[in-house]
């Protein structure tokens, strides 16, 4: 079999088309992922330089009233992880920086990542379209003529006399095949774990285990798109045929069914437009809704006197409007809560039905994957901004706390820079690895699930080949 | 004398155990019983020639040699071995030179050689070696290193047989492996079929052409219709009875 690992590498080599479709291939990838790390790298620096000048300002903010303190705000960047490079996910649309400020959450996602497809962000070719989309084209014109060629040109018949099997001589095809991108693709790899390893473009969530994880699912991918090429090529009646089946194939996994995913997933789950979101919001602000009651303020000062037995209010232990400032940022969580967790809720809902999708299209379940392990999915999003709202509502805690505490209702109260320094800065940790993939059980299985499936299919299609 | 139809196939030729072995087998495509109940023994040394018109079933004949189709019923056997049972021991005893040898047309017909001996077990065998193979052939010296896609289909063929001759098979199945050659190039041809025959290669071939039957073959099996309709030895008779009889099966 190595006789036919060697001739099918050496052909493909030789083959002037296809060396220049991989060598085309092949360099795209390589500045895909350097643009991409020199990108994510400067996104981290300007990210780390404006975190360290809004900590500066909010130090520096001299004396104050609390809660205009509050109302200066700052703002919160999310870490770019150190795989971002290869997969920008979804942080195109959603931003990656948000700012926290009193009585409001604001908009951090303004668009879901599978809206866009390939064809809309070809502009800015990423490492992961390259390998999504063009390592998969490549793979089928490598392989759609291993076994109708030969069929077709008639050295089926005398390779079968001589003895090999036909598995083996698909499985030496495949290898040699194999071998070939291998020339592409794992100098691609290393050159994206030596950019890991080196200049690590964001902070530490297991890089290196994400790294080989991605590598991993990727793999997968190549190795189910070569199986299925050759299960088709070992059916079809000529090459012709099993290049049209196969660019078919490849057109209904990364053109149609991601688009068909957007519309489905948007059907079945709507979401709100950014304005209609930010309408209700207001309205459920200005009024409350059934169970989330408007802080009442005369209610809230009657309760305080008679809390602390004093007739007026400059007669409080507290400062009457820290606390109703306090009351009513937790009325405003409430409504929070309430829109975005709905909203956030139906984007999760709606990635499910693309993954649910990828049984016709693993390109589906590879993308999930691949901004999962990225860290820039909308998972991800959401575990940030989750992180980020509660700094918030932790910010306000302290800025109305003190502005209670330490003055008395009525006092024209100043704040010093004591209070803007014992205030943390946000320490935000990204979730694990085993929380990423915990996520993606679906995807998971479904990629899985087409691998097996590839290589079942190529098994039998090539026991059952015609001779021709 | 026996006559031919009440021997068992496998006493017919020269009385030594046949590397080619058909009983009763048959092909049926659809409706088309592309063969119908061949019983063939062919001994070593034997150069048994398949006569008949196109569709008559000698191409099924030897893709059941080859396993290339399943029986509908009957058995074909190579050295003793069930051909539907035992794939690859069984070509592994056995070369195949189609109509139209086939090639790959980017390397040059050493580097095919190489190839195609290397699949049939034979990997050990030197450049050198192999060359000598290909001059054996008949193949000129300086066209060795040439890329196939310059080679006439003489030049082809003559490669094909030197596949057989470098794979040491103990039985060769040709398919009209002469059909468009020049006269001069098919006496080549037959040439080197006699000298396999004469290391004790059983071989079976088919043809249309009488003539190199009659020269080549130790026996002649006439077909038609998928059945082997008589069966004779090139000793008994000259080029005419051979047209003669053939004639007379195929207008009966
Ligand atoms: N793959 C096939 N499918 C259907 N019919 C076939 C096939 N191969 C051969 N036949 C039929 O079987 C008969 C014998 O064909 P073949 O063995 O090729 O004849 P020959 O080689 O003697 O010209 C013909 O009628 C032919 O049409
Ligand atoms: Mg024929």
């Known amino acids: 079999m190595k006789h036919i690992v060697r001739k099918e590498f050496t052909d493909v080599l030789r083959d002037g088309r296809f060396r220049w479709c991989s060598v085309l291939v092949g360099a795209l990838l390589l500045v895909s992922l350097g643009h991409g790390w020199v990108q994510a790298r400067s996104a981290q620096q300007e990210h780390a330089a404006a975190q360290a000048t809004a900590r500066d300002h909010w130090e520096s903010q001299g004396e104050k009233n609390p809660h205009s303190a509050a109302h200066y705000g700052i703002y919160a960047f999310k870490p770019r992880l150190a795989l971002s490079f290869v997969d920008e996910g979804v942080d195109p649309y959603t931003g990656t920086s948000v700012w926290l400020e009193a009585h409001r959450q604001n908009d951090f996602l303004l668009r879901p990542a599978q809206d866009a497809t390939a064809a809309q962000r070809i502009g800015a070719l990423t490492a992961a379209q390259v390998l999504q989309h063009l390592v998969p084209l490549l793979i089928i014109l490598l392989t759609f003529g291993a076994l109708a060629g030969e069929r077709e040109r008639g050295t089926l018949r005398q390779l079968l006399a001589t003895g090999i099997g036909r598995r083996e001589l698909a499985l030496g095809k495949a290898l040699g095949i194999a071998g070939a991108l291998a020339l592409l693709l794992v100098p691609a790899a290393l050159v994206g774990a030596a950019a890991l390893v080196v200049g690590s473009p964001g902070p530490a969530a297991s890089p290196l285990a994400r790294g080989v994880v991605l590598a991993g699912v990727y793999l997968a991918y190549f190795t189910a798109f070569l199986a299925l090429s050759l299960a088709v090529s070992a059916w079809a009646r000529s090459a012709r045929t099993a290049l049209v089946i196969l660019l078919g194939v490849w057109v209904v996994n990364g053109l149609v069914a991601p688009r068909v995913a957007v519309d489905l997933s948007k059907w079945l789950h709507p979401t709100p437009s950014a304005l209609e979101f930010a309408r209700n919001v207001e309205r459920e602000m200005a009024a409350g809704v059934e169970g989330i009651p408007r802080p009442d303020r005369p209610a809230l000062t009657e309760q305080l006197l008679a809390e602390h037995g004093v007739e007026r209010v400059e007669d409080l232990p507290v400062n009457e409007v820290g606390v109703y400032l306090q009351e009513s940022e937790e009325f405003g969580n409430r409504i929070f809560d309430r829109n975005y967790g709905a909203l956030w809720d139906t984007f999760e809902r709606q990635g499910v039905v693309h993954e649910a999708l990828a049984v016709v299209a693993p390109l589906l379940a590879v993308r999930t994957l691949s901004m999962g392990l990225a860290g820039t999915d909308v998972e991800q999003h959401r575990h940030f901004a989750t992180a980020a709202e509660a700094y918030r509502r932790d910010l306000m805690r302290r800025m109305n706390g003190d502005l209670a505490e330490n003055s008395r209702t009525g006092d024209t109260y100043l704040a010093g820079p004591e209070l803007w320094e014992e205030t943390p800065p946000l320490e935000y940790a990204a979730p694990t690895l085993g929380w990423v993939l915990g996520n993606r059980i679906l995807s998971i299985l479904v990629l899985g699930t087409w691998l097996v499936g590839a290589v079942l299919a190529a098994a039998a299609r090539v026991r059952q080949a015609e001779v021709g | ?252």
């Open chain 2, 1 to 252: 004398m026996n006559t031919p139809e009440s021997r068992h196939p496998a006493e017919l030729g020269n009385g030594r155990a046949p590397l080619l072995e058909a009983r009763g087998l048959s092909k049926n495509y659809g409706a088309t019983r592309a063969l119908d109940s061949l019983d063939l023994a062919i001994a070593p040394g034997e150069v048994y020639c398949l006569l008949g018109p196109n569709g008559a079933g000698k191409t099924t004949t030897i893709n059941l040699f080859l396993g290339f189709v399943a029986p509908t019923s009957g058995q074909a056997f190579i050295a003793g071995l069930d051909v539907s049972a035992h794939d690859r021991e069984t070509k592994q005893r056995i070369a195949y030179i189609p109509e139209q040898v086939m090639l790959y047309r980017n390397l040059s017909g050493l580097e095919n050689l190489e190839y195609f001996a290397a699949l049939g077990g034979k990997g050990a065998l030197t450049p050198g070696r192999l060359t000598d193979i290909l001059v054996e052939a008949g193949l000129e010296r300086s066209a060795v290193d040439q890329r196939v896609s310059e080679y006439s289909k003489g030049m082809r063929q003559k490669v094909g047989i030197a596949i057989a001759i470098a794979k040491e098979a103990d039985a060769l199945l040709l398919d009209e492996p002469t059909s468009g050659l020049d006269p001069q190039a098919s006496n080549e041809f037959s040439e080197l079929i006699e000298r396999l025959k004469n290391r004790g290669v059983a071989v079976l071939m088919a043809t249309h052409d009488l003539f190199r039957a009659k020269e080549t073959g130790t026996r002649v099996g006439i077909m038609r219709y998928g059945r082997l309709v008589t069966e004779l030895g090139t000793e008994e008779i000259g080029h005419a009875d051979l047209e003669r009889i053939y004639l007379k099966h195929m207008h009966d």
